[in-house]
């Protein structure tokens, strides 16, 4: 089982950036696909971006597209957004997740973070 914490979060002002990483100890990082989440405050959590194992493939939220950016470094069995013209409807808890399911995107994450909040300001 992987054991995944995250990092990076704060308060920005709109227009800033962040960048969040996530790292992962446990079973072979190189096995997952590794995704983020979100959920704000009153709201169902909701899908942001999604890398496969290698990271060849990637697929994103319409409302992140262009703005945010996943990596992964298997090396240093760590996953990462960059997050970029940030709004203040990005504000939310940022989750990490991980699958060892076949890659289909942004289904099937079995194994999450605890979260680390992110706050945009106007």
């Known amino acids: 089982q992987v054991q995944l914490v995250e990092s990076g979060g704060g308060l920005v002002q709109a227009r800033g950036s962040l960048r969040l990483s996530c790292a992962a100890s446990g079973r072979t990082f190189s096995s997952y696909s590794m995704g983020w989440f979100r959920q704000a405050p009153g709201k169902e959590r909701e899908f942001v971006v999604a890398i496969s194992r290698s990271g060849d493939s990637t697929t994103y939220a319409d409302s992140v597209k262009g703005r945010f950016t996943i990596s992964r470094d298997n090396a240093k069995n760590t996953v990462y957004l960059q997050m970029n013209s940030l709004k203040p409807e990005d504000t939310a808890v940022y989750y990490c997740?991980?699958?060892?399911?076949?890659?289909?995107?942004?289904?099937?994450?079995?194994?999450w973070g605890q979260g680390t909040q992110v706050t945009v300001s106007s």
């Open positions: 997740a991980a699958t060892l399911r076949p890659w289909s995107g942004k289904y099937g994450f079995d194994y």
